[in-house]
């Protein structure tokens, strides 16, 4: 994925934290605490206009959700080689540092080569390979004023754009019940969007492909954008899905943190 992104969309490596449970060098391996660092590295002090990008290729499994945010029971979890010993990262963990500070203008694109990752940052808006949100109730009530946000941002008044996401968050603590409240507050003006490699019910598969392991996610994106480099949203989706079911059953998810526009081409 490196090499990837550094051929492919000019990522340099001296820009990257590289955590693999082959390095030597402790502070290389893909503990909890290295990770957490990583993540929390990745995005200190990111500006408008700042592009980041987090590729976890690993293991993934559920837990009990505390916090009554998830549809059903369960968070996400990832686990780092030390889980046994210093526990997993929940997904409200994950969203805490790496989409919460982010401010509009920063893009985020996340890639969850994982079991159950679905909805690894609990991001709201879930998009499906026809370009529908799986998410209608709360883009009814929120989409349409979101995108005025966005748009006045993109038209470069990034003080109303700041002004009109506070007033929308402000108006999405107003909620009925406690999972309508996290949803509606976890929703960031900063784009962040993120590929999964399965939904949240099911298994991502490892793999042997091109001669090398891989985790099938990370191969199915490579490959999609290698074949096709110009796709918009919709169109990686459903590249990314037609790649993976020749030899899976996994179904990768691409969701936002806010009402996006899945037409558009895609961008790192």
């Known amino acids: 994925m490196s090499t990837f992104l550094s051929e492919r969309y000019g990522y340099r490596r001296e820009d990257m934290v590289i955590l693999t449970d082959d ?3 402790p502070m290389s391996q893909p503990t909890k605490q290295n990770i957490l660092k ?3 590295w990745l995005v200190k002090d990111a500006m408008p206009n700042d592009s ?3 590729h976890f290729s690993g293991h993934g499994g559920q837990t009990a959700d505390l916090d ?3 549809d059903d029971g369960y968070d996400e979890v990832i686990y780092p080689v030390d889980y046994k010993s ?3 990262i929940v997904d409200d963990e994950m969203h805490l540092i790496l989409v919460k500070p982010l401010q509009p203008g920063v893009r985020l694109t996340a890639i969850f080569d994982s079991c159950h990752s679905g909805t690894a940052l609990d991001l709201p808006f879930i998009y499906s390979t026809q ?3 799986k998410e209608p109730n709360l883009a009814k009530e929120f989409g349409l004023g979101l995108l005025s946000t966005f748009s006045a941002y993109e038209r470069g008044d ?3 754009a700041a002004t009109a996401a506070l007033s929308f968050l402000k108006k999405a603590t107003i909620g009925s019940s406690a999972r309508d409240l996290s949803m509606r507050t976890k929703t960031s003006p900063a784009d962040v969007i993120m590929w999964s490699g399965s939904k949240d019910s099911q298994t991502s598969q490892d793999a042997i492909e091109d001669g090398q392991a891989t985790g099938a996610m990370s191969w199915a994106f490579i490959r999609a954008l290698t074949k096709q480099h ?7 989706l459903n590249s990314i899905r037609r790649e993976l079911e020749k030899k899976y059953t996994q179904k990768p998810q691409l969701s936002c943190s806010h009402p996006l526009d899945i037409n558009l081409l895609f961008v790192m």
């Open 158 to 160: 990034v003080r109303g």
């Open 68 to 70: 009554g945010d998830e």
């Open 230 to 236: 110009q796709q918009s949203y919709l169109q990686l």
């Open 38 to 40: 990583a993540m929390q």
């Open 86 to 88: 210093a526990g997993h």
């Open 131 to 133: 370009g529908a949100l």
């Open 52 to 54: 980041l990008f987090l």
């Open 23 to 25: 390095q030597k060098n």
